[in-house]
T-cell receptor, first 111, second 112 residues
Framework: GQQLNQSPQSMFIQEGEDVSMNCTSS?????WLWYKQDPGEGPVLLIA?????ELTSNGRLTAQFGITRKDSFLNISASIPSDVGIYFC???????????FGQGTELSVKP | DAGVTQSPTHLIKTRGQQVTLRCSPK?????VSWYQQALGQGPQFIFQ???????QRGNFPDRFSGHQFPNYSSELNVNALLLGDSALYLC???????????FGQGTRLTVV
């Protein structure tokens, strides 16, 4: 079945540093989504990508849909303490269909 | 604009019991999906409802069933609970064939 490999599993960074995480798959996807989840809460949608090669920004966040349609990455610039949380990538193959999630990247930011 | 709301937020059940979880989608959304998230894992797709019918189903046993009402709200039912059913159950809503899914805060189910 379809699986997503997300890396790294965890990151410990200093406030102000830039962060990069990625997601790879053995299967192609037609949509990539990036979510952030705080403890005890549901995932919050950060960025949606719909075309291979697409680069999209949302404030300090930038994400790209890989050319092969099998990968995506998320960058966070100038990290701040409220960036702490777990970041998930999710791929969609069939329009409007199920989301396949990665295992998550846990981000810790040291003030 | 109300987001996705789920109830209850926490629940403790005994093995063998049955449970019903509820979800109201984001205003304007007509599609509801349910996910199970075990501790330390990403959410796993259970099923999706659209126009009151199950449109897609993940690899979950028949003990997991659902329903969607005319007002687009949805219920997730789990019968014969097992200890391994303990997890955060997430409801997500979307619009028709759209891919952007918006999640509720989840229901934390503990089976003892």
């Amino acid at each position: 079945g379809q699986q997503l490999n997300q890396s790294p599993q965890s990151m410990f960074i200093q406030e102000g540093e830039d962060v990069s995480m990625n997601c790879t798959s053995s299967s192609i996807f037609n949509t990539w989504l990036w979510y952030k989840q705080d403890p005890g809460e549901g995932p919050v949608l950060l960025i949606a990508l719909y075309k291979a090669g697409e680069l999209t920004s949302n404030g300090r966040l930038t994400a790209q849909f890989g050319i092969t349609r099998k990968d995506s990455f998320l960058n966070i610039s100038a990290s701040i303490p409220s960036d702490v949380g777990i970041y998930f990538c999710a791929g969609v193959y069939n329009q409007g269909g199920k989301l396949i999630f990665g295992q998550g990247t846990e981000l810790s930011v040291k003030p | 604009d109300a987001g996705v709301t789920q109830s209850p937020t926490h629940l403790i059940k005994t093995r063998g019991q049955q449970v019903t979880l509820r979800c109201s989608p984001k205003s304007g959304h007509d599609t509801v999906s349910w996910y199970q998230q075990a501790l330390g894992q990403g959410p796993q797709f259970i099923f999706q409802y659209y126009e009151e019918e199950e449109r897609q189903r993940g690899n979950f046993p028949d003990r997991f069933s659902g329903h969607q009402f005319p007002n687009y709200s949805s219920e997730l039912n789990v019968n014969a609970l097992l200890l391994g059913d303990s997890a955060l159950y997430l409801c997500a809503s979307s619009l028709g064939s759209g891919d952007e899914a918006f999640f509720g805060q989840g229901t934390r189910l503990t089976v003892v």
